[in-house]
């Protein structure tokens, strides 16, 4: 199992930002993918969920800035942010549980400038 996170970068604050997690070595069609963060000094926290039929959940803190999507033709799930804000500052990751496993990605860089 393979996921990929990229499209982080540096973004003032208001600005919007799509990160993308490639995912392989998975049937793609059949599991929820998951996006956490973690900022310098913090815990690692979940951010949101898309479930296998598209209905995606969110932690407060984002909820009405950030949405998700996944493509299963290109095997991808989408983290839309809009209105960012500094403390949105983190690396990005995403995960897949498979039989019990978490599987995560490498991580995108995304900082928000005030």
């Known amino acids: 199992v393979q996921l990929q996170a990229s499209g982080g970068g540096l973004v003032q604050a208001g600005g919007s930002l799509t990160l993308s997690c490639a995912a392989s070595?998975?049937?793609?069609?059949?599991?929820?993918i998951e996006w956490y963060r973690q900022a310098p000094g913090k815990q690692r926290e979940l951010v949101g969920s898309?479930?296998?039929?598209?209905?995606?959940n969110f932690v407060d803190s984002v909820k009405g800035r950030f949405s998700l999507s996944r493509d299963s033709a290109r095997r991808r799930v989408y983290l839309k942010m809009n209105s960012l804000k500094p403390e949105d500052t983190a690396v990005y990751y995403c995960?897949?549980?498979?039989?019990?496993?978490?599987?995560w990605g490498q991580g995108t860089q995304v900082t928000v400038s005030s």
């Open positions: 898309i479930s296998s039929g598209g209905s995606a």
């Open positions: 995960n897949v549980v498979r039989q019990g496993r978490a599987f």
């Open positions: 070595g998975i049937n793609f069609s059949i599991h929820n």
